[in-house]
Nanobody, 121 residues
Framework: QVRLVESGGGLAQSGGSLRLSCSVS????????MAWYRQAPGKERDLVAG???????RYADSVKGRFAISKDRANNQVYLQMNALKDEDTAVYYC???????????????WGQGTRVTVAS
């Protein structure tokens, strides 16, 4: 069973930064696509960023230029560096794993429990 565990959430000031981490266990990590989703209160869960099996990255328009997804194969970690945070970035952030990159969350087979990010003005 693959297990994903997110960490790094918390309270940040508007304009500040946070780095989220996702620890991935029991997988041939190098062949997986990974993604970060987020769900704000009262809203649907939306794709934030993804990284393909070959390392290419994808971002939602709302975070382009501010967020960066990366992976550390040696340590089975995926990161989401979040800069220039805005109030609207407040959400629970989820890490997800799939066999290939997809913009459809149904294609991701493993999910973490989420980590909460709150951005205050």
């Amino acid at each position: 069973q693959v297990r994903l565990v997110e960490s790094g959430g918390g309270l940040a000031q508007s304009g500040g930064s946070l780095r989220l981490s996702c620890s991935v266990s029991r997988t041939s990590f190098v062949i997986n696509a990974m993604a970060w989703y987020r769900q704000a209160p009262g809203k649907e869960r939306d794709l934030v960023a993804g990284i393909t099996t070959d390392g290419s990255t994808r971002y939602a328009d709302s975070v382009k230029g501010r967020f960066a997804i990366s992976k550390d194969r040696a340590n089975n970690q995926v990161y989401l560096q979040m800069n220039a945070l805005k109030d609207e970035d407040t959400a629970v952030y989820y890490c997800a794993r799939g066999s290939q990159y997809s913009s459809n969350q149904r294609d991701y087979v493993n999910w973490g429990q989420g980590t909460r990010v709150t951005v205050a003005s």
